[in-house]
């Protein structure tokens, strides 16, 4: 903390003292809070000074004070609620001696209850006419001067709360944020499916292809494993009727920490019934496009300076396909494991000894394409060895049912025909073990109640994943995750 602000901090504790000397409470209970400055915003910003002189409009409200600016015996403010910020005027002659000297030992930042009545200042501001004033909260840290806001990133994140008040367009990011979670809510219910909550702690890691994070249950004597992915547990749902479920979801993964990544993350997981990877893909279309015209009031917008259009139709592009036309690599160069292993080096993409040819797709893909996809892009058919809960193609079974979205340059959705051959998952569930023995501390386990459900019947199925995070990213034009998450990890302060 600098000098100066500790010098400010000494003056509010000062200020502090003296209220309470004189018998006032610095830190009251309660306030009835009559109106919103949004509200009046809403309802009176239109109205002339005439027109409010005429209904001298009653108003009762609070919030925090954001200026000060004393003139002698008048004083403007501005207060700043949840909801606006509304300009307020007191005069000494109005409120009182006593509450005129009040003003003296506030400040920027604290909380403050007016009552009073709406009218225009010469320049035509909305402004209330303070009548009686009532401090609710002082505030003992000064909050950053000039009110251009936080301009260190880190600090923002660390103290979300500070971020909230002092960058006027944070508050509305986690306003769209909620928007959207509400709309993906509305359109799924519209459709027939059915929210439900899944554990949280598993005892098995399953879902995902990710490293958990491990914790121990004192009482059982267990160990058990924060959520990576909700999935085996909703394909239960599948299994027991409940044909068509979702989940919007906090999953853990024990990962390092991008602009694209937080090891705690918001996922819409949801499964239908009788359906395949085709039929999501058209309802991800549809889904997409309602939300963005629920929080957007339209299908384009833009992200980090490229115009993004969601029209109807979006690209449909096999992995292959991709690597080749858009990867800048030749048939040749995909053939097999050995060539796509020295394409791969060629390209330096990093490569771990034990991988086979499916995951060195998969990562000369992540490499070469996928942040190249701006306009909405299906990337079709990934190869079975990264997709261990996929149903295999009929036509190649080198390849699964399975789709990924990408708007942006960032992948916002995952999805396929749900694998429910139950003897085929346990093949597959082994080969995941075997991986994990040679090493790959990201592969999945072998999961005997899931196999069990599905030796009762899983009938045929499709689900997808959409990241919620990364979704508000683009609509709200943030370039990395911890803009879209209050609260994002981060290390201890120093």
């Known amino acids: 903390m600098s000098d100066e602000n500790n ?23 309660r306030f009835h809070v009559q109106d919103r400055v949004a509200g009046l915003l809403t309802l009176h910003g239109g109205k002339t000074a005439e027109a409010l002189t005429a209904e001298e409009i009653q108003v009762r409200t609070a919030g925090r004070l954001m200026t000060i600016r004393g003139h002698g015996k008048v004083t403007f403010a501005h207060l700043k609620d949840g909801s606006g910020q509304i300009q307020v005027y007191l005069k000494q002659d109005a409120v009182g ?42 505030a003992l840290r000064p909050l950053p001067e000039k009110w251009h806001g936080l301009t260190d990133v880190e600090t923002r994140y660390r103290q979300r709360y500070l971020d909230l008040v002092a960058n006027p367009a944070v508050p509305e990011v986690f306003l769209r944020r909620s928007k959207i979670v509400a709309a993906l809510r509305t359109f799924l219910d519209s459709r027939g499916f059915l929210e439900v909550e899944t554990p949280m702690l598993q005892s098995l890691a399953g879902g995902a292809t990710a490293r958990p994070f491990r914790t121990h249950h004192n009482a059982l004597g267990m160990d058990l494993f924060l959520r990576i992915a909700p999935e085996l547990y ?16 906090r999953n853990f993964r024990n990962e390092g920490i991008s602009t694209q990544h937080n090891p705690e993350f918001t996922m819409l997981e949801f499964y239908q019934a009788y359906a395949d990877y085709h039929d999501l893909m058209a309802f991800t279309e549809e889904l997409l496009r309602a939300v963005a015209r629920e929080v957007l009031e339209g299908l384009e917008f833009t992200y980090q300076g490229q115009a993004i259009s969601l029209k109807a139709p979006w690209p449909r592009v096999s992995l292959l396909e991709a ?61 079975v060895e990264v997709s261990p809960l996929a149903k295999q193609k009929d036509d190649d079974p080198r390849f699964v049912q399975r789709f990924e979205l990408f708007v942006g340059g960032l992948e916002v959705a995952n999805a396929y ?78």
Do not use: C
């Open 7 to 29: 010098e400010l901090i000494r003056e509010r504790l000062k200020k502090l003292d003296d209220l309470r000397a004189r018998g006032l409470n610095p830190y009251v209970s």
């Open 417 to 494: 025909t749900e694998l429910n051959d139950p003897a085929e998952q346990r093949r597959r569930f082994e080969e995941q073990r075997r991986a994990r023995e040679r090493g790959d501390e990201e592969a999945h386990a072998v999961d005997e109640d899931f196999l069990r459900a599905l030796e009762y019947g899983m009938p045929p199925t499709a689900g997808e994943g959409i990241g919620v995070d990364r979704l508000v990213m683009l609509f709200t034009d943030s370039p990395s995750i911890r803009d879209v998450i209050l609260f994002p990890t981060l290390r201890p302060e120093r």
């Open 97 to 138: 001696a006593a509450q005129y000297d009040l003003i003296r030992r506030l400040d920027v930042g604290d909380f403050v209850g007016v009552e009073g009545h709406l009218f225009r200042t010469r320049t035509g501001e909305l402004t209330i006419w303070v009548k009686t004033l009532t401090l609710l909260t002082k």
């Open 323 to 383: 690597l080749e036309r858009l990867g800048g690599l030749s048939a040749a160069d995909v053939a097999d494991a050995a060539a796509a292993r020295a394409a791969a080096e060629r390209l330096r993409v990093a490569l771990k000894p034990h991988w086979g040819w499916g995951k060195i797709l998969s990562e000369l893909f992540e490499a070469t394409v996928g942040k190249t996809l701006l306009q909405p892009t299906f990337i079709l058919d990934f190869p």
């Open 234 to 249: 909703l394909k239960r749902l599948v299994v027991g009727g409940l044909d068509r479920v979702y989940e919007i979801n």
